[in-house]
C-alpha cells in the first residue's frame, strides 16, 4: 500500500532443499554403497557440496559437483543438486538443465520433477510448472512439497482458491509444514482476507518460531490493516532472524513512512538498496520519504535511479490503493465491491492536480472496467507517459470523470512546486522457498 509501483503477488524468497540421494526413485549410481575409490570419492564431494549448499556458498557447491559428475556422469542426484544451487543464484535456464538431466537418468526422480516445477514457475513459465508437478504428484500423490509448489504456480496465476486446495492438501499430509501454511495465508491475503492469514501466520510460528517469512507475512498484513506499529514489531522479528532481505527493510521503511517516521524509512530504503542496489521500488520509496522532509534534490536523484532500473516505474499517477471491501462498498453506495479504494493522494502528483481525492474510489480506465484494485497498475503500465488517462471515481455515491496525464515527468520538471511522488501499490507477503 505505500509508494511501490504494481502488486506483485507473492515475492519469492528462496531458501536451500536438500534431498537424499535416492529420492524419488533408484539412481543408476547412488552414494548408498559406493564401490571403488572413484566412487568413494565422488560420494565425499557430494556430501561437501551439500555442505556448502547449506552454508549458502552455492559456488564451492557448483565446483564440487562438476568433479562428482566428471567422475560419476550418471549420477541423477549430483544433477539435482547442482540444479538447486544454480536455482539459489538465480539461474534458472542451468538449473532447469540440471533437473532434466536428473529426470532423463531417472525418469520417476519426484523431487527433480518438483524442483524443475518450481524453477519454471520462477520464469514465469506457470504452465509448464504445473504441468511437472501434476506428473510428480502423479507418481507420488503424498509428497507435500509438490502440491505446495504447485499451489505457489496456481497462486501466481491469480487462481487463489486452487492454490488454497494444494496448501490445505499439503498441510493434510504434514500438518507441521510452515511454509505451506504460510503460503496459505499469502492466498488468503490476496482474496483481501486479511484476518483469515494472520491466523495462518501465526499457527505457522506457533510451529517453528524462527520463520522469517511467516513474521515477514504478518508485518505484511498488518501494515495491509493500518496497524503499522505492529507490522514495524514483526518486521523487526523477520529482520533479526534475517538480516539480508531488502524486502524486509523495504516493508519496515514503507510501515515508518506511513508512520510519519521519515528518517528511520530513509534508513531502511537506504539498507534495502545496500543489500541489493538494483532495488528500483527502494530508491522510487526513498525519494518519497526525502520529498517529505523537503530534500527535493535527493529526492530527484532516487526518482531517476528507479527508473533508470524499471523503466515502467515511470506510469504514475500519484495514490495510493487498496481493494474495496464489502463495507466499504456498502458505506459508498455501491452495490458490490469493485474498484479501487484511493487511500492517500501525492499533493503535487497527477491525480491531486485531476482532482481526485482519498476516498473516491476508481472503477474504470478510459472506459475498461476495475474489477479489482490491481486493474488499475496493469492498465497503466503499457500507456504512453503524457498521456491522458480518463479515470470514473465513484465518491458520495456519484460518478465523476476526471483526465489525469500520466507520469512524473512533467510534474517534475523544474518549477516553483515541489517535485511530484511516484504512485504504486505495497506487494503482498513472500512465499519462501523452504521446501
Known amino acids: 500500500m505505500h509508494w511501490l509501483l504494481w502488486c506483485v503477488p ?4 528462496s531458501v536451500g532443499v536438500i534431498v537424499p540421494a535416492a529420492a524419488g526413485g533408484d539412481d543408476r549410481f547412488t552414494c548408498d554403497k559406493p564401490a571403488g575409490d572413484v566412487a568413494i570419492v565422488a560420494c565425499g ?5 551439500t555442505a556448502y549448499y547449506a552454508k549458502g556458498d552455492y559456488d564451492r557447491a557448483i565446483a564440487d559437483l562438476d568433479e562428482v559428475l566428471r567422475l560419476e556422469p550418471k549420477y541423477a542426484s549430483a544433477f539435482n543438486q547442482r540444479g538447486y544451487a544454480y536455482a539459489a543464484k538465480g539461474n534458472q535456464d542451468h538449473a532447469i538443465a540440471d533437473y532434466s538431466e536428473a529426470i ?3 525418469p520417476k526422480f519426484v523431487a527433480a520433477l518438483t524442483a524443475r516445477g518450481t524453477a519454471y514457475r520462477a520464469k514465469g513459465d506457470y504452465d509448464r510448472a504445473i504441468a511437472d508437478l501434476n506428473e510428480a504428484i502423479r507418481l507420488d500423490p503424498k509428497y507435500a512439497a509438490a502440491f505446495r509448489q504447485r499451489g505457489l504456480a496456481y497462486a501466481a496465476k491469480g487462481d487463489q482458491d486452487d492454490a488454497i486446495a494444494d496448501y490445505s492438501e499439503a498441510i493434510r499430509l504434514d500438518p507441521k509444514f510452515v511454509a505451506a501454511l504460510t503460503a496459505r495465508g499469502t492466498a488468503y491475503y490476496a482474496k483481501g482476507d486479511y484476518d483469515r492469514a494472520i491466523a495462518e501466520y501465526n499457527e505457522a510460528i506457533q510451529l517453528d518460531p524462527k520463520f522469517f517469512a511467516a513474521f515477514f507475512s504478518l508485518g505484511i498484513a498488518n ?3 493500518g496497524h503499522y506499529d505492529r507490522a514495524i514489531v514483526y518486521y523487526n522479528e523477520a529482520i533479526m532472524l534475517y538480516s539480508k532481505s531488502p524486502e524486509a527493510f523495504l516493508s519496515r521503511g514503507a510501515a515508518y513512512d506511513e508512520k510519519g517516521d521519515h528518517v528511520r524509512a530513509i534508513a531502511d530504503f537506504g539498507e534495502a538498496i545496500r543489500l541489493d542496489p538494483k532495488n528500483a521500488a527502494a530508491f522510487f ?3 518519497f520519504a526525502y520529498n517529505s522532509i523537503g530534500d527535493h534534490e535527493r529526492a530527484m536523484a532516487d526518482y531517476r535511479q528507479a527508473i533508470g532500473l524499471q523503466p515502467k516505474l515511470d506510469h504514475s499517477i500519484g495514490v495510493r490503493i487498496q481493494r474495496v471491501t464489502d463495507a466499504t462498498a456498502e458505506k459508498l453506495g455501491m452495490k458490490r465491491p ?4 484511493i487511500l492517500s493522494v501525492d499533493a503535487t502528483g497527477p491525480a491531486k492536480l485531476a482532482g481526485i481525492e482519498p476516498g473516491d474510489v476508481i472503477v474504470k480506465i478510459d472506459g475498461t472496467d476495475i474489477n479489482v484494485y490491481t ?3 496493469r492498465l497503466l503500465v503499457d500507456k504512453p507517459v503524457g498521456e491522458n488517462i480518463l479515470a470514473t471515481v465513484v465518491r458520495s455515491g456519484n460518478e465523476l470523470n476526471k483526465a489525469i496525464r500520466l507520469g512524473i515527468e512533467e510534474a517534475n520538471a523544474p518549477s516553483t512546486t515541489e517535485p511530484a511522488t511516484p504512485s504504486a501499490l505495497h506487494t503482498a507477503p513472500p512465499s519462501s522457498e523452504h521446501r
Open 104 to 106: 532423463g537418468l531417472q
Open 10 to 13: 507473492i515475492f519469492s524468497i
Open 375 to 377: 486493474d488499475v497498475p
Open 223 to 225: 501494515y495491509a490493516k
Open 285 to 287: 520509496n526513498r525519494g
Open 45 to 49: 564431494l557430494y556430501q561437501r557440496s
Open 338 to 341: 469493485r474498484g479501487a479504494l
